[in-house]
């Protein structure tokens, strides 16, 4: 967009504030909701995601586009008004048209958004959109929500602060996946980081009717012919409403200006991000692992010598009274709460059930492809002994002893699959722990395994 439009917008804005003031009423600014997390919580939360962001996407290393990108999200941290966090800001090569923010403060900005927007403007108003959300906490306020209970009994232990908290949370299902409650919004906190987010881009020089336009051209795509490179951003940021005409209601209350702020090029930018190196890809329909996260392995694990019945989806079985069972969409982990890492479980077990699809279940068959699967997905681990035949609460079954890479680091674990036959369902369990903690805990697997039955 050429500068003699901006003023013009600019200029008609001025015009028209006297009709829209009469029409509407100012709105005050948003403050963060109720919240468990601290904000040094929040901070620390936002590190500990970063590095596995960083593990499991492609960081641009052009100095060029990383400065520019900096220099526009600082001008909107240092002229906005926004409270002070350690943000920072890095582009990822994604051709979907998305940013997003960690708590705590790190932001990145995917190769898509460059390309996709008109002007400075828009592109420091997703900036702005998503630096709102991180002052008003909505990622671990929203958490709180939905996890008050269990989030009470884990902040208030005695790990906080010592480098795990990503791990805690990731044992109620409170992650980086494409649901999570940290990243993905209401339409309250949008329309709350709508209004934060235009009063930064005011305050810091830019148009704030940008962002609500470009937000607005992304819901017009999303129906259109490129929904695919649209559909992140949309799906977890819900559109709280006629964007537009928000921003314009509030307008006259907002810092005036010429609109005129521009901290580079954006077309050199642009064909920056065009001369990028294609990144290779993950196959259709398969997830590229995610990075170990070597941890240091704990000193010790807590194993209660007192076991409690836990009942499932059709079973039920006994486990040690002090491990935590987390339900997530992949199964039931059911760990000490040392023994996860960063979502990777270093002790404990993993439990589901799989559907066959029109079929009885073929139990040597099925548990070999479930076996070549792990293999695929885990590229160092290794079949130790071939599968046994056992006996799983009454039914057929198979145990396979197995080797891989644990996040402990510069550690084996042992990884024993115990699979059984459901007829339509194949029944598995996987109890994890390193190498050379697995003779003490195998008992505590044993009596597990033996304690199962189906209903």
């Not at 109620?172 to 980081?193: F, H, M, Q, T, W």
């Not at 051209?217 to 559109?239: C, D, M, Q, W, Y």
């Not at 190498?435 to 209903?455: K, T």
Request: hydrophobic share 40%; glycine share 8%.
């Amino acid at each position: 967009m050429t500068r003699p439009f901006v003023l013009a917008l600019a200029l008609a804005s001025a015009l028209l504030a006297p009709a829209a003031a009469a029409q509407a009423k100012k709105r005050p600014l948003p403050k963060p909701g109720f919240n468990l997390f601290s904000k040094e919580q929040d901070i620390e939360i936002g590190r500990e995601f970063a590095r596995q962001v960083e593990q499991q996407m492609v960081v641009v290393q052009n100095r060029e586009l990383t400065a520019y990108i900096n220099r526009v999200g600082q001008r909107l941290v240092e002229r906005g008004g926004l409270e002070k966090y350690p943000f920072y800001f890095k582009v990822v090569q994604e051709d979907s048209i998305n940013a997003f923010a960690l708590p705590g403060g790190p932001m990145y900005v995917h190769t898509g958004l460059i390309r996709a927007v008109e002007n400075e403007a828009q592109l420091a108003g997703v900036l702005a959109h998503e630096l709102a959300h991180v002052v008003l906490r909505h990622g671990t306020s929203q958490a709180t929500k939905a996890q008050f209970t269990q989030l009470a009994a884990i902040l208030a232990g005695s790990m906080i602060g010592g480098g795990g908290l990503t791990g805690q949370l990731a044992q109620l299902g409170i992650g980086l996946g494409a649901n999570s409650v940290l990243l993905k919004y209401s339409r309250s906190a949008e329309s709350d980081a709508d209004l934060l987010g235009a009063y930064t881009m005011a305050r810091a020089g830019y148009n704030p009717i940008e962002m609500a336009r470009f937000f607005e051209k992304l819901e017009a795509e999303r129906e259109g012919k490129t929904p695919r490179l649209v559909e992140i951003f949309t799906a977890s940021h819900p559109n709280p409403g006629n964007r537009v005409k928000a921003i314009e209601e509030q307008l006259p209350f907002m810092p005036r200006g010429d609109y005129n702020a521009q901290e580079g090029d954006l077309g050199r930018m642009k064909a920056i991000v065009e001369k990028l190196p294609a990144v290779k890809k993950p196959e259709q329909g398969s997830a590229a692992p995610a990075a170990l996260p070597r941890a240091p392995k704990p000193e010790r694990v807590s194993v209660s010598q007192r076991m409690q019945s836990w009942r499932g989806d059709g079973f039920r079985l006994d486990h040690p009274d002090n491990w935590r069972v987390t339900r997530s969409e992949g199964g039931v982990t059911i760990a000490p709460p040392e023994g996860v890492v960063q979502g990777f479980v270093g002790y404990g077990v993993l439990i589901r059930r799989e559907r066959m699809p029109n079929r009885l279940v073929s139990l040597e068959r099925d548990t070999q492809a479930l076996i070549d699967a792990m293999i695929k997905r885990e590229s160092n681990m290794r079949v130790l002994d071939p599968p046994q035949r056992v006996v799983v609460g009454g039914r057929r079954g198979l145990v396979t002893r197995l080797s891989s890479d644990s996040p402990f680091a510069d550690l084996r674990e042992i990884d024993v699959l115990v699979t059984a036959d459901l007829e339509t369902e194949l029944f598995y369990m996987v109890c994890v722990a390193p190498l050379p903690d697995y003779p003490s805990l195998e008992p505590v697997f044993q009596q597990m395994v033996r304690s199962i039955s189906f209903e």
